[in-house]
Structure formats: C-alpha cells, structure tokens
C-alpha cells in the first residue's frame, strides 16, 4: 500500500512530525521560514491526504478543491476562521483544532498585556534604552493600579475563564458576557454576568475571548468605544477582524479610551499605519500560545489529530461532526493507542 501524503505548511515542533513520521506516513514540509504563497500551497495539496496548517493559511474553497485526495485539514491553532469550513463538510474533509493545551499560555499573555498597558512597560523600555533615565521623578511614566479594578471578559469559554481565575490575589471585580451563565466560573471568582453594554461601561480592563464569526465581526466599533471608560484598557488576544481597528486607532488618538494591548489585527500581519505611532498601545504579533511547551503539546495534538484521521476513524478534535460519513461512526477512539 502507498503510504498517505501529508503536506505541512510550515516547521512545527519535532515532536509533532516525529509523530507523523513514527506513522510510516510520507510527510512534506514547507521548509522556508515564512508562509507558504497560494500558489504554493495549491500546487502542494494536489495528491496530499492530510493537509496541517497554520492559522495565518488561508483555506478557501479553491484550496479545498486543489486537494483532490483530501481526507483532513489539522489546523495547528484553536480557532480556525481561517478554514472555509462547510466547503470542506460538503467534501466529506474533516476540519480539527488544538483546543485546551494553549488556554494557560494565552491567558498569560493577556495578564502580560494588561501588565504592560496598566505600567507602561514597553514605552519605560523604550524610554531607557533612548537613556532618557536621568533621575527618578515622582510622575515619571505613571500608570494605574490593577488590584480592586473591574476587569471585563467579553466571551467566558476556556481562555476567558482561565483569564478570570488569574486575577486570583488581585481583589478585581470580575464581569463576563457569554452566551449562558457560568456558575462554576461565578462560584470560584464571583464573576457577574452582565449585557455587553454593562461590561464596556464598567471595566477597567475589557478582554475579548470569542471565537471570529459574523456574528463577532466588528463585535467593537466606534459606539462600543464610547461606552468605555476614557480610563479603561482593552485587550485583544484572540482574532483582529473582532475589533475595528480604524475606530480603535481613532478612539486612541483621541484619547477616548486609555491604551490597547494586541496580539491579533484585523488584516494580519498588516497593521493599520496610525496604530504604530501612539505610545499607549502595546503589539504584540500573534504569540499567544508561544511558549515551547504549548507549541510542543500543539505540535502532538495537530499530529493526532492528523493520523486519526487518516486511519478513517473521526480525530478527538473534530470540529465538523457533519463531515460523515466520510469517517466511521464515532464510537471511542484512544488517541494514544493510535499513535
Ligand atoms: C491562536 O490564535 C490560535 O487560534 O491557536
Ligand atoms: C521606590 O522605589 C520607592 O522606594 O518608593
């Protein structure tokens, strides 16, 4: 039997095509350090069983029918707007993602932009290095207080949740949106659940956790950033298109709210030009997952994911149920068994 063809679009951790190669499954790597182009990408899909790409591969319904052999695409990333989903559904391709084992690690990187953004840390690096440091001064570079301030989740799932547990030692207050109520969430922070109108007026530190549909497209614009504070902060680690980012450098530069810390943006990695020039932003390009160990666990579950897949049995990450039949009928799978 031919071995199945699995093209990867980018260098993921060893561990993962450690675990494709362990398979006895021919895999092909796109070995340059930068993303694959479309043509690229279509020209290596043709014959490929499994697909597993990035967040940044944009796979549309033209990429979907260059892979005439396609059985899975394995995105290495939990959300997966970047997949034209119910193309790939009707052509019976299974679509999965790496939920749970980067939620720490991107709540990390929220708390480290609300750190960042409350004391000013990068614009006091950059203030050092141009050696501007010539004395203490009780106003230099003053920022505000976290401890007792109100801190917005706009979206209470995994990451959202696991950000609200951090705050943990901090005395904040804790407001959340999500679509139910969370009562275990509200038991261990006492965390209220409040319309999206409460929550942009009261936080101090607003933090979008929400998946980009739509639905959440644009979810923040202009009249959302009026409802906030002049004092309050937002934070955006989760997709770019979820915040306008014309209204956001407006409202910036008109100081109609206090400072933003970004990991996502809406044409990413285009950033809107104005956004560069304030000091009261701080950007960060798409790392919230980025340590070696998530990276690692990312790596394996992708894989699995992938080979699962390939065994015609349906992968513990699946996020298109409906793809069946071209997957046997669920039943229990042991991932580890399998690989
Ligand atoms: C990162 O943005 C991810 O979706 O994994
Ligand atoms: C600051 O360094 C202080 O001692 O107050």
């Known amino acids: 039997m031919t071995p199945k063809h699995v093209y990867v679009t ?20 796109n070995h340059k350090n930068q993303a694959v182009t ?31 052999k396609l059985k899975i695409i394995a ?33 990390e990187l929220v708390w480290s932009l609300i750190y960042a953004c409350a004391r000013r840390i990068p614009e006091a690096d950059r203030f050092v290095r141009s050696r501007k440091f010539e004395s203490w001064g009780p106003k230099l570079l003053l920022g505000t207080d976290i401890h007792h301030k109100t801190l917005g989740i706009i979206g209470a799932g995994r990451i959202g949740q696991t950000v609200g547990r951090k705050a943990a030692g901090l005395d904040m207050k804790i407001l959340y949106t999500n679509p ?26 607003v933090t979008l956790h929400l998946p980009l549909t739509p639905k959440t497209r644009h979810l923040i614009k202009q009249p959302e950033l009026r409802l ?8 955006n680690t989760a997709r770019g298109p979820i915040v306008d980012e014309k209204a956001l450098t407006r409202a910036l530069k008109e100081k109609i709210i206090s400072g933003t810390g970004l990991d996502v943006y809406e044409r990413e990695p285009k950033i809107e030009a104005g956004l560069l020039k304030l000091e009261n932003v701080v950007c960060l390009p798409h790392i919230g997952s980025a340590t070696t160990e998530t990276r690692t666990k990312m790596a394996v579950m992708a894989a699995r994911n992938l080979i699962v897949a390939l065994k015609g049995k349906r992968p513990p990450n699946l996020v298109n149920p409906d793809c069946r039949p071209a997957c046997r009928p669920a039943g229990r799978v042991s991932t580890r068994a399998n690989v």
């Open 10 to 29: 980018r260098q993921i951790p060893e561990a993962g095509l450690l675990l494709l190669k362990k398979q006895g499954l021919k895999i092909t790597v």
């Open 38 to 68: 479309r043509a690229e990408l279509i020209r290596s899909i043709k014959n490929k069983d499994g697909l597993l790409c990035l967040l940044g591969d944009k796979i549309d319904q033209e990429i979907i029918e260059a892979g005439n």
């Open 180 to 205: 139910h109520r969370r009562p275990g969430f509200e038991r261990r922070t006492k965390a209220r659940r409040v319309s999206l109108k409460t929550l942009l007026k009261k936080s101090d530190f």
């Open 228 to 235: 906030m504070k002049r004092t309050a902060y937002l934070i």
């Open 75 to 107: 995105n290495y990333a939990v959300g997966y707007d970047n997949i034209n989903v119910p193309a790939a559904t009707k052509k019976g391709i299974m679509v999965t993602n790496t939920p749970g084992v980067l939620t720490d690690a991107t709540a």
